[in-house]
Structures are given as structure tokens and as C-alpha cells.
């Protein structure tokens, strides 16, 4: 296989277009697990009959990862837009 030379140019543009899709896919891996946890949260709320505080996400529920203040902050946005059609559990 022959060798490609890349001008400076080149290069700069496969690797800014490579990060693009390296966010992409990092943003739909985050909305798919803050739908997930979303998910687990309102039926965890329901049987354990606790409010969203993030002490209660963290120390109750007993969410662990690392982008815990991330989460917290998506399943509130996410729980808003829910409660803002007409539901609320």
C-alpha cells in the first residue's frame, strides 16, 4: 500500500473532524444513560417515596459515578420537561 502525504492542512482537518464525531457519540452515550437513570430514578422515587435532592441521588439511590453532578443535573431537566406535559408520579 502506498504511503499518503498529508500537507499541515490536511492533517488539522481529519483530526478536528475525527474529535467532532468523538463528541457526538460522547454526547448520545451521556443522553442515553441520563435517560436510563432518569428511568430508575422515578421508579426508585416511587417505591422509596423520596423528592430529587442530589444528597438523595448520591447517599439514597446510591448514584456512584464519577459524573454524578452531571446526571443529577440532566434527570432534574429531564424530570422538569416530564412534569411540565402534565406528569408528576
Do not use: C, H
Not at 4 to 32: H, N
Not at 45 to 55: A, D, V, Y
Request: charged fraction near 25%.
Amino acid at each position: 500500500m502506498k504511503s499518503i502525504r498529508l500537507t499541515t492542512e490536511e492533517r488539522q482537518f481529519i483530526l478536528a473532524r475525527r474529535e467532532k464525531i468523538a463528541q457526538k457519540l460522547a454526547l448520545e452515550k451521556f443522553q442515553e444513560k441520563a435517560l436510563d437513570v432518569a428511568n430508575r430514578w422515578v421508579k426508585w422515587s416511587k417505591k422509596n417515596g423520596e423528592g430529587l435532592t442530589f444528597s438523595t441521588f448520591v447517599n439514597s439511590f446510591n448514584y456512584q459515578d464519577g459524573d454524578g453532578e452531571q446526571i443529577y443535573a440532566a434527570v432534574q431537566v429531564i424530570l422538569g420537561a416530564v412534569y411540565k406535559v402534565g406528569w408528576n408520579p
